[in-house]
C-alpha cells in the first residue's frame, strides 16, 4: 500500500518511507491511499485474540512493506508484561450503563502516548532499515507535556538513533517536567523553549523541513525523523486499541457484534480521535465522534462552523497535553473529507500559515458535522466533573479525561443520543496531582509535588504508580531553556552538523 503526502498527492511512498521520514518535504502529512477493511469476521474472530494478536491484524493491513514476524516481534516486544502493569494495555472499565473508559495510561510514563511510543522505535529502526542507507536516525520531539517522556523512553539508548525533545517552558505540570528532566540514556536530550506548545510544534515542523539543514544532515550521515502524531507510525497503533476495546465489550456481553458505538476523545492534536476515525473507516462500527476540547476550544468553534481560526488567547489549563491552537492532525481528516483532493488540503493550509484561518466548503462542513460533535470544558467544570465522578462512582479520572467526560455529558443532553460511548482516558490523574487535589479539595496547596500526589492517593484510596514515585528519586539531568528563534542553532549543535 502507498502513503500519499495530504498536500500533493503526487508523492506516493512506501509505509516504511513514510515512518522513517515523518514528514512530506511539502510539509504534507502521510495518509494512506486506501483505508484497508476489516471485516466483521476478522473482527469476531478476535474475540479469541490477545491484545498483541489484535494489533498484529490491525497493522498487518496498513504496514505491507513490514513482514508479518517483523510486525509480530515489534509489537510483542513493546505491549510486553513488563511494560504495562497488569499485562493487558488497553483495559476498558464500565463506569456507568451506558459509558465505559478506556484506560490507555498503564504504560510506562502513564498516559497514553505509550501506545504508540512503545512500538514507533522498533517501527522506525526496521523502516530505516528498509529505506536508508545507514543514516543515524535523530528524532525531534514537540511536546505539550506527554509526548517527550513516552518518546524519550522509548527511544533511549536504541542503537543508530538519537532524540531531542522540546517542550513549552512552565507549559506542563511538574510531574511531567521531572519526568523529563530526569531522563535516562546515552541518546536523549531536553530542552525548554521559551514559548507555547504551537511555537514549539512550528520551530520543530521548520527544522524538519529546512533544506539547508537536511542537506547537512545528509553530509553528516544523518537524517531526521518524528515521534509526534505527524508520523503515520504514531497513528497507526491507536487503531488497534478502538478496535480492542469494541470486541471486549462485546465479549463481555455489554454490546452485541455489529451493534454501533460512539467514542468521546478528550483532544489536543487530533491524533487520538483521528485513529478512531481510521478504525471506523475500516469497518468498525462505530457512529458519532464526540471531540471534547479544553478552553482552548478551536475544535470546538470549527466542528460549529466549517472556520478554523487559530487569532486567538492561548489558555494555559490544567489539561496541559491539550493546550493547542493548531491541531496537525485535523490535515489528514481534511484530506479525506476533501476526497483526497490534495490541492485543496494544501490551500487551507497555506491560509493557516499566512492569515492563521481557514474555511472548509460547505459540503465538507456538513460531512464533518454528520459524524463529529465538538464540545469544550473549562476549568470549573473540569474541576467539578473529577469531584462529582469520584463521589458518584468512585473513578478518579484525570483533568484530560474529565473534559472527555463533561462533554460527552453535554452531547447526551443536547441530543439525547444515550449510545454506549467509550471515552479515551488518557492519563493517570498523578501525573496531575497538584490540579487534581485542587479539583477534589477546592483549596490550593502549598504541600510540593509529591506530597499532594500522596495526599490524593488517601484522599481517594488510589494507589500512586511505582514510576511516579520512583521519580522522587532521579537526577535532574536537563534544566535548560532556550528562545524559538534558537532551537535551529540549539539542534545543529547538539547533532554536530
Ligand atoms: C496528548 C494528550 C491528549 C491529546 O491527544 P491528541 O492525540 O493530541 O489529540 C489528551 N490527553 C492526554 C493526557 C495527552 O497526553
Known amino acids: 500500500m502507498n502513503y500519499l503526502s495530504t498536500r500533493d498527492s503526487s508523492v506516493k511512498v512506501s509505509s516504511a518511507q513514510a515512518i522513517a521520514q515523518g514528514i512530506s518535504k511539502d510539509s504534507g502529512l502521510f495518509v494512506p491511499e486506501t483505508i484497508p477493511s476489516l471485516s466483521m469476521q476478522e473482527i469476531e474472530a478476535m474475540l479469541q485474540q ?54 490507555l495510561w498503564h504504560g510506562p510514563t502513564c498516559a497514553f502516548k505509550d501506545m504508540a511510543l512503545q512500538l514507533l522505535p522498533h517501527l522506525l529502526t526496521r523502516a530505516v532499515s528498509k ?40 507549559g506542563v505540570s511538574e510531574i511531567q517536567r521531572l519526568q523529563m528532566a530526569t531522563q535516562e540514556g546515552a541518546n536523549v536530550g531536553v530542552c525548554g523553549v521559551h514559548g507555547n506548545f504551537d511555537d514549539t510544534q512550528t520551530g520543530v515542523k521548520q527544522i524538519f523541513t529546512n533544506a539547508d539543514i537536511n542537506s547537512r544532515m545528509n553530509q553528516n550521515g544523518k537524517m531526521f525523523s ?48 483521528l485513529a478512531a476515525y481510521y478504525a471506523k473507516k475500516m469497518g468498525l462500527p462505530l457512529d458519532k465522534f464526540i471531540c471534547a476540547s479544553n478552553k482552548n476550544n478551536v475544535l470546538t468553534d470549527f466542528i ?14 490544567a489539561s496541559p497535553s491539550m493546550d493547542i491552537l493548531i491541531s496537525s492532525n ?25 492569515e492563521g484561518y481557514y474555511t472548509v466548503s ?6 464533518l458535522q454528520a459524524e463529529f460533535y465538538g464540545g469544550f470544558c473549562d476549568e470549573e467544570a473540569t474541576n467539578t466533573t473529577i ?47 497538584k490540579s487534581m487535589l485542587y479539583a477534589m479539595r477546592g483549596v490550593e496547596s502549598d504541600l510540593d509535588e509529591f506530597e499532594q500526589a500522596e495526599m490524593l492517593a488517601e484522599l481517594t484510596k488510589t494507589e500512586i504508580p511505582e514510576q511516579i514515585l520512583q521519580l522522587k528519586e532521579k537526577v535532574v539531568r536537563f534544566d535548560t531553556a532556550c528562545d524559538v528563534s534558537k532551537m535551529t542553532d540549539y539542534v545543529c549543535e547538539k547533532l554536530g552538523i
Not at 398 to 418: I, N, P, S
Request: aromatic fraction near 12%.
Open 387 to 433: 469531584r462529582d465522578i469520584y463521589t458518584q462512582n468512585e473513578y478518579l479520572m484525570d483533568t484530560h479525561t474529565a473534559v472527555g467526560q463533561y462533554v460527552r455529558e453535554k452531547y447526551v443532553e443536547e441530543t439525547g443520543d444515550k449510545t454506549i460511548t467509550v471515552i479515551a482516558s488518557t492519563a493517570s490523574p498523578f501525573k496531575f496531582a
Open 50 to 103: 490477545d491484545y498483541t494478536q489484535r494489533a498484529c491484524v490491525v497493522l498487518g493491513k496498513y504496514l505491507t512493506d513490514f513482514s508479518e514476524e517483523e510486525i509480530r516481534e515489534s509489537v510483542t516486544a513493546a505491549y510486553a508484561p513488563t511494560k504495562f502493569s497488569g499485562g493487558y494495555p488497553a483495559p476498558v472499565q464500565k463506569l456507568n450503563d451506558d459509558t465505559f473508559m478506556l484506560e
Open 131 to 170: 529505506v536508508a542507507k545507514g543514516e543515524q536516525v535523530s528524532i525531534l520531539v514537540a511536546t505539550s507535556g506527554d509526548t517527550g517522556k513516552a518518546a524519550l523512553e522509548g527511544f533511549k539508548d536504541v542503537p543508530g538513533t538519537s532524540i531531542h525533545v522540546f517542550y513549552p517552558y512552565g
Open 330 to 354: 485535523l490535515e489528514r481528516l481534511l484530506f479525506a473529507l476533501y476526497d483526497g483532493d490534495s490541492n485543496a488540503v494544501k490551500a487551507l493550509m497555506d491560509n493557516l500559515s499566512a
Open 226 to 273: 518524528s515521534a509526534n502524531s505527524i508520523n503515520w507510525g504514531r497513528l497507526v497503533p491507536q487503531i488497534v486499541y478502538y478496535v480492542s476495546a469494541y470486541v471486549d465489550l462485546v465479549g463481555c456481553g455489554e454490546i452485541k457484534m455489529g451493534d454501533k458505538i460512539n467514542v468521546a476523545v478528550p483532544t489536543g492534536n487530533f491524533g487520538n480521535i
Open 304 to 317: 460549529k462552523t466549517g472556520e478554523y481560526d487559530r487569532r486567538r488567547d492561548f489558555f494555559t489549563t
Open 362 to 367: 460547505d459540503e465538507v462542513k456538513a460531512k
